[in-house]
């Protein structure tokens, strides 16, 4: 019944190395969401999509990109990995349609260690 | 753009009692009130959602409340049980934008038997 799958959910990395976080949907969804969780922050958006090879920044874009090759595909890159990226990193996707548009579905999570 | 707050940051509460969380939000253009319950090592799952031409929702012992004017909205779960511990957020959106929903801080709730 997995819908929403994050491929890594334990990473631990150094500062500088490039981090790839993947995550795959099967729902056919038109809309995929970056969100990154931190205690007593709530979730913030960094990056979303709503077509393939689209995106757009969310609140906190600075040190991240993204990719969309495929429908079902949407992967966050950190460049350069530095310890204030170390969080818990959520993928969500919607479909579209004022009906469903907001109605998120998550993965599990991947924790990032940036040490 | 549109700011969420969410109180209180954390909740204890006896199994049986009720508990309730509440949200405020600032951009009146929100039209899109979703509760997310987190469960520990999980990803967030929608419990229940409020849409602004409705006032009051229920489902089964939980309820969420809108009241557009104070631009507020709560959650309501009633006969709480251990397993409704949990973080729960609530969030705010305009459903033009697809899912770009703000999220408050969120709640952990801690239900003790």
């Known amino acids: 019944d997995v819908k929403v799958t994050q491929s890594s959910r334990y990473l631990v990395k150094r500062t500088g190395e490039k981090v790839f976080l993947e995550c795959v949907q099967d729902?056919?969804?038109?809309?995929m969401f970056w969100y990154r969780q931190d205690p007593g922050l709530g979730l913030r958006l960094i990056y979303f999509s709503y077509d393939v090879k689209m995106k757009e920044k969310g609140d906190i874009p600075e040190g991240y990109s993204v990719s969309r090759e495929k429908k079902e595909r949407f992967s966050l890159i950190l460049e350069s990995a530095s310890t204030n990226q170390t969080s818990m990193y959520l993928c969500?996707?919607?479909?579209?349609?004022?009906?469903?548009?907001?109605?998120?579905?998550f993965g599990a999570g991947s924790r990032l260690t940036v040490l | 753009g549109e700011n969420v707050e969410q109180h209180p940051s954390t909740l204890s509460v006896q199994e049986g009692d009720s508990a309730v969380i509440k949200c405020t939000y600032s951009d009146s253009a929100s039209n899109y009130f979703p509760w997310y319950k987190q469960e520990l090592g999980k990803g967030p799952q929608l419990i229940i959602d409020i849409r602004s031409n409705v006032g009051e929702k229920k489902d089964q012992r939980i309820a969420v409340t809108l009241n557009k004017t104070a631009k507020h909205f709560s959650l309501h779960i009633t006969e709480t049980q251990p397993e409704d511990s949990a973080v729960y957020f609530c969030a705010a959106s305009y459903n033009t934008n697809a899912g770009k929903s703000t999220f408050g801080d969120g709640t952990t709730l801690t239900v003790k038997p």
């Open positions: 969500a996707s919607t479909r579209s349609g004022a009906s469903g548009a907001n109605v998120l579905t």
């Open positions: 729902m056919d969804h038109e809309n």
